[in-house]
């Protein structure tokens, strides 16, 4: 019993806006962390869509396992990983086919390996990277040039773009750091904060003067053995982890866990106001509820809408972080349809190559199971920051738009078995210069709002991982908040029947 509860008082009232990763993983920190400190909770998670999951979900159909958003997170940011072990999912936790964890890069039209040991913007072995096609010898040369231009001390904050074209040249933008790294961002590099994004090349400038040296030192350390697959190259796919099933397992545990008729969906908040110690949401589905604690895991520019009146300078840093839409497109072949080997985890599309797709996934050879030993699940992204009209193009032309880039790059052959198409407006958070100040900023508003913590993929990281630590730091900040609520409130009955007495 809590003390709420043995007082006679009514149960707090949390409401978690938002039910993507981040406010999920906020609701079942909130809920199990209330549970073991025997606070007496009403829980109500409200999102504007038909089902809880946000970016995330997987549909199966003729036999293939198909991810509409996220397909992986990393190990690396331990959050994630911490939660599947937490909810039973360990055992369904599982990596990328270790026999061909290395992509392709489109050029002139066709496919060209990544030069083994190059990852994200520099290599890290000596004659791969000579003997690739992927570079021009003046790009390669240029690129070489790393080793002698000095660290760069102080200054104002870069944008990838920058720092890329200073260390590495142009060509090493266009043709890897733009779709590798900018990728992962659908990002425009002239934008991104290569502070907010991928600091260690920071680090490496400092600490090594060069990027090329910094790379070559990593490879030594982590000693000559080869990594799974031997010749990897791209990103580090031995880092990335899936559940067996698709990441929607991740979302339906987190369900599971959640009190029964707790999630609402369908019920989009129109409104967020502070109503004395307590605070006021209003959804067009549900009416008024009134809540002791609420946490708010939307995109930026929505938590900047509902934030308006409560605080309007963090609700005007809020807006400033931009948004990009994305779609992807699962296609489904018989194996004998797709020419090309697909012995890799997929290829990324420079943006001077100016087609439809960014970036493909092969799902069927990067996780086990996605589909049929004899078909070819394909996975195409479109859109992004760098290509924002492509989401204009209704699902017919968005598919044939993609067939013609596949039919080009992996010789695929006649019409898919199954197709579809997915599309994220206003999806991805766009981590411009100046964004770390931003959140600083938004996190010294955050704590002077008593009752209200922020998650999402608008502040410190954009992965599943960063999405559930920051759902689980909102939920520490609330739990604590409801704590003392809890304390102050049971302290206030016994002093009332106390003076009663
Ligand atoms: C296509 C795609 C592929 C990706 N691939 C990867 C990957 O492979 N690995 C990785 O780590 N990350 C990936 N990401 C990034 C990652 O998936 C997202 O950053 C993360 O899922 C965002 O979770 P979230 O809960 O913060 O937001 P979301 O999942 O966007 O959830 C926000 C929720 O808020 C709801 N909402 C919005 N406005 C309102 C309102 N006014 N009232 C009520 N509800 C509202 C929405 O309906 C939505 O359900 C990908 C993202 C996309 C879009």
């Known amino acids: 019993m809590s003390p709420g509860g043995a007082a006679g008082l009514r149960p707090l009232s949390v409401v978690v806006i938002g039910s993507g990763v981040s406010g999920l993983s906020a609701a079942h920190r909130i809920w199990t962390e209330s549970r073991r400190r025997r606070i007496e909770l009403e829980l109500t998670v409200l999102d504007a869509s038909a089902r809880p999951g946000g970016a995330i979900g997987t549909v199966e159909r003729d036999g293939f396992v198909m991810e509409q958003g996220p ?6 940011k331990p959050a994630a990983v911490q939660l599947c072990h937490e909810l039973g999912l360990a055992a369904d ?20 390996q990544v030069p083994e040991g190059f990852h994200l913007l520099a290599p890290s072995k000596f004659w791969p990277f000579v003997t690739t096609g992927l570079f021009s010898w003046a790009g390669k040369l240029r690129m070489g040039m790393d080793l002698l231009i000095p660290a760069r001390r102080g200054g104002r904050e870069e944008t990838l773009a920058e720092f ?17 790294i900018g990728g992962i961002y659908t990002a425009d590099p002239r934008k991104l904060s290569l502070q907010a994004t991928m600091p260690q090349f920071l680090e490496m400038e400092q600490k090594y003067g060069s990027i090329l040296l910094a790379m070559w030192k990593a490879r030594q350390a982590q000693g000559a053995a080869p990594r799974a697959g031997g010749r990897a190259s791209g990103a580090r796919y031995d880092l990335f982890l899936t559940l067996r099933g698709g990441l929607a397992r991740l979302v339906e545990s987190l369900v599971a866990r959640l009190p029964a008729g707790s999630i609402q969906s369908g019920s989009t908040v129109e409104s967020l106001e502070r109503t004395g110690l307590r605070w006021r949401v209003r959804s067009g589905a549900l009416g008024a509820l009134e809540a002791d604690a609420v946490c708010v895991s939307l995109p930026a520019g929505a938590t900047s809408r509902l934030l308006a009146h409560a605080d309007p300078p963090l609700a005007q840093d809020l807006a400033g972080i931009p948004y990009a839409s994305v779609a992807t497109v699962n296609l489904g072949f018989d194996r004998s349809q797709v020419r090309h080997p697909l012995d890799g985890m997929g290829f990324v599309v420079p943006a001077v190559e100016r087609r439809a797709i960014v970036a493909a996934s092969f799902s069927s050879v990067k996780f086990a199971g996605r589909s049929p030993a004899d078909r070819a699940l394909l996975r195409a992204f479109v859109g992004g920051a760098m290509h924002p009209e492509a989401l204009a193009m209704d699902d017919d032309a968005l598919v044939e738009a993609v067939m013609r880039d596949l039919r080009q790059y992996v010789g695929v052959q006649g019409a898919p078995r199954t197709v579809l198409v997915s599309r994220y407006e206003s999806a991805m958070a766009q981590y411009c210069v100046g964004h770390l100040e931003r959140v600083a900023r938004i996190e010294a508003h955050e704590a002077a709002l008593p009752g209200l ?19 689980e730091r909102a939920a520490r900040r609330l739990i604590d908040y409801l704590t003392d609520l809890d304390a102050a409130r049971h302290n206030g009955a016994r002093e009332l029947a106390a003076a009663a007495c």
């Open 453 to 471: 913590a922020l998650a999402g993929n608008g502040y410190r990281g954009v992965g599943i991982g960063d999405c559930v630590a920051s759902g």
């Open 164 to 180: 890329v074209i200073r260390r590495l040249g142009r060509e090493a933008l266009d043709q890897a750091a733009q779709p590798m």
């Open 93 to 112: 936790l599982m990596g990328t086919n270790p026999h061909h964890r290395r992509s392709y890069i489109a050029r002139d039209g066709e496919l060209h």
């Open 71 to 76: 397909d992986c997170f990393l190990s690396t």
